[in-house]
């Protein structure tokens, strides 16, 4: 079946989460949101392009920190409400600097920081 | 500093999307929201537990299915808007019965049924 980015299921505001992981360390990320246009513009590019929700944009990741995503797989889930994309990250997926965002953990019941900034 | 659910960001409806990674083999298994009550129960007793939209009531994982998601670990983001959880599945994350709800990849163009139900 052809796919046709505007067939999956957007929320209220036109917008689909989006969870990127490291394509070779399997790691997880990031989580951001996409639009139809951006859907089919990452898969067109290459490019891993977001819409952000504070500038109202489209976000070619690490457009201008260098910071890139580039697409390796697009997976949709079974509600066709979230997708997967695997990526080759170079450098910091997070604006912190860091690998990853998920960088803080909960352990017993404290937030514990759990890398430093890399890049 | 002491983990305390309710200084997370929700959305409108109160809820955190949460992305449930095995912690074996690192594959991404789902993607399904919480409340801070469900944040706070998943901490407290092990058992990964969803706010199910769909129902309005709280989703405790495998529950009824015997699929269930015992935490190993839950980290947050650094927007504080989305919580990443490594767990130890049993049987199947989907509801169709598959290891994973991403099942679906999308190659040059097409929708591609990368593996069938297992369960």
Redo the contacts between chains.
């Keep these: 079946?052809?796919?046709d980015p505007t067939t999956l299921t957007y929320n209220d505001a036109g917008l689909i989460?989006v969870?990127a992981?490291d394509a070779e360390t399997?790691?997880?990320l990031?989580?951001a949101w996409m639009n139809a246009e951006a859907v089919a513009k990452t898969?067109e590019t290459g490019k891993v392009t977001y819409w952000s929700r504070s500038r109202q944009a489209f976000w070619i990741k690490g457009e201008t920190s260098g910071h890139t995503q580039a697409l390796v797989?697009?997976?949709?889930?079974?509600?066709r409400d979230?997708l997967?994309v695997t990526v080759r990250q170079i450098g910091a997926a997070?604006?912190?600097m860091?690998r990853t965002?998920?960088?803080?953990?909960?352990?017993t019941?404290?937030?514990v920081e759990?890398m430093v900034p890399e890049f």
């Design positions: 079946m052809t796919f989460p969870i992981q399997l790691e997880v990031m989580m898969l797989a697009m997976r949709v889930d079974c509600d979230c997967l997070c604006h912190t860091r965002c998920f960088y803080t953990g909960v352990e019941g404290e937030e759990l």
